[in-house]
């Protein structure tokens, strides 16, 4: 789906403000199981339509790839089902982490409350589950090393070079009560990840620039019509 640009401020120029894209794409984990929390999640990305195409993984190929990899400059970037290896999460994490990083301009975080406040997860009414109660996860938990300057330099070098920003990194966790609370009003898992995905979506779009923005995300629950939907 697209969205009509805004009109734009007298003090931008037309030609600067045409050539430039967001891209935001969305994706969740925890849909299948019966224990747990969902969870949904959003990249942000802000790019030059005019030079070397939308498709990020083109765009960024000297430091993202598909499939898993050792290599200290690029990050491995894909559904879970490839990157997760018999319980090690070490792909996932490095991922996760080195993003987390540049989105804000800053360290990797070095703990898990550290990295759900940077997404947006942490909120005064966040609600006191047993499983949390005490819980800290110093990070990285499954690399052997931190995130290394040399991974992001060269993909900060990467992002100016072919002037694409990552923006944001947005998630919202849906505990088991608020789940199943939504699904019986809504009737059906899938319409309730479509609803929140949206909303998350809504919130992400907040204080963007006039430019227009692409959205990505599954096809949820099997949807073949979401027009009355959106």
């Not at 969870?39 to 195409?53: E, K, M």
């Not at 944001?168 to 966790?173: E, G, Q, T």
């Not at 692409?214 to 096809?219: A, L």
């Amino acid at each position: 789906m697209t969205r009509t640009p805004a009109p734009l401020d007298s003090s931008a120029s037309i030609a600067d403000a045409a050539k430039m894209a967001y891209l935001i794409g969305t994706d969740e984990a925890g849909y299948g199981p019966n224990l747990g929390p969902l969870v949904i999640a959003t990249s942000i990305w802000r790019f030059d339509t005019n030079r070397h195409g939308g498709d990020l993984y083109e765009r960024l190929s000297d430091v993202v790839t598909r499939k898993a990899t050792n290599e200290s400059h690029r990050l491995a970037i894909a559904d879970s089902k490839q990157l997760h290896r018999r319980g090690d999460l070490s792909q996932l994490e490095r991922g996760v982490l080195a993003l987390a990083a540049l989105a804000g301009d800053s360290a990797p975080p070095l703990t898990w409350h550290d990295l759900r406040h940077r997404v947006g997860i942490d909120r005064p009414d966040t609600p006191t589950l047993p499983w949390y109660d005490g819980f800290e996860l110093p990070l990285p938990h499954s690399l052997d090393a931190p995130i290394s300057d040399e991974l992001l330099r060269a993909w900060r070098d990467a992002l100016d070079a072919t002037n694409t920003e990552l923006v944001s990194l947005r998630a919202v966790v849906i505990e088991p009560d608020e789940f199943n609370d939504e699904v019986r009003r809504h009737g059906t898992k899938g319409a309730v990840l479509s609803n929140r995905s949206l909303d998350l979506i809504q919130s992400a779009m907040t204080g963007l620039l006039p430019d227009p923005v692409q959205i990505i995300c599954d096809q949820h629950g099997g949807r073949n019509h979401s027009g009355p939907l959106l």
